[in-house]
């Protein structure tokens, strides 16, 4: 096939996993509450959460190096300039999807975010943080500089997994320590 017919299937297969996404959004953050009682169920489901994002990255990722390659971007003066800098992009991307994810969660567990807390969300989100936020880093700056293997891939997917134990290790030490 070639790499035009290759793009397009990757930008539908992008758009289609975008909406599946949504769907899954909705169905694990209503659902997140009741299965910190089951830690196995914990562990998977955050883990598969956490793949299918990463996942979804590295698909829109591939997609925007394939258009950037195909000359798609050539008008543009700084078309290029996410593939020829992997590690700034994939360093500033990282952040912003991390402070949006962290964002995203208070708002779910206290309705809104109250600017005094957000110094106190951060600390008991660092943890998790770091480690996500390698295994983002990892997969943008793989994907950009056109270097991202199967090993790779599964290392990974590893950390996302080890993530997820120490996520749910950290929740129930968190309600430990809240309910005392």
Known sequence: MDSKKTTALLGLAFLGFL???????????????????????????????NVL?????????????????????????????????????????????????????AILIYGRVYVEDLPLILLVSTPMGIIEGYGIYLTLKKTLSRTMTIKDLAYIYGIFFIAAIIEVGFINLLL?????
Do not use: C, W
């Open 19 to 49: 909406a599946l996404s949504y769907y899954e959004n909705l169905f694990f953050f209503n659902i997140v509450g009741d299965i910190t009682r089951n830690q196995l169920l914990a562990v998977l489901m955050l883990f598969v959460h």
């Open 53 to 105: 994002v990463v996942s979804l990255i590295l698909l829109g990722m591939t997609f925007y190096v394939n258009l950037v390659l195909l000359d798609f971007f050539k008008r543009e003066k700084h078309g290029r300039i996410v593939i020829e800098h992997p590690k700034t992009f994939a360093i500033a991307f990282t952040i912003m999807i991390l402070f949006l994810s962290i964002l995203r969660g």
């Open 176 to 180: 430990a320590v809240t309910a005392s």
